[in-house]
């Protein structure tokens, strides 16, 4: 499975992105697939993410009701929309995935990171 992220950038704070996580060699609907972030100097966090087998997304505290996480089986993406952000969001965002059916510590597959810079 390979896993290519996209969508990153600049923007100010208050402004919107949409990351893209599409995938290759499986489809998207037997993959559980989340995001996590890493601010320079800081460890990887959690961001959210969504089982196969659940249909409903889970979040970070930090990032719920602003962010959302959803699926395009026919595009075999799974998308990060992030509304409100903040500078505290900025971050290297990465999708991971795995074929376990519910969310994780750890991850089989990774995709690159995709810079997000919001800001002040």
């Known amino acids: 499975v390979q896993l290519q992220a996209s969508g990153g950038g600049l923007v100010q704070a208050g402004g919107s992105l949409r990351l893209s996580c599409a995938a290759s060699g499986s489809t998207v609907s037997s993959l559980t697939v989340v995001w996590f972030r890493q601010a320079p100097g800081k460890e990887r966090d959690f961001v959210g993410g969504?089982?196969?087998?659940?249909?409903?997304?889970r979040y970070a505290e930090s990032v719920k009701g602003r962010f959302t996480i959803s699926r395009d089986n026919g595009k075999n993406t799974v998308y990060l929309q992030m509304n409100s952000l903040k500078v505290e969001d900025t971050a290297v965002y990465y999708c991971a995935a795995d074929f376990r059916p519910t969310l994780q510590t750890n991850y089989a597959y990774w995709g690159q990171g995709t810079q997000v810079t919001v800001s002040s």
């Open positions: 969504t089982g196969w087998s659940a249909p409903s997304a």
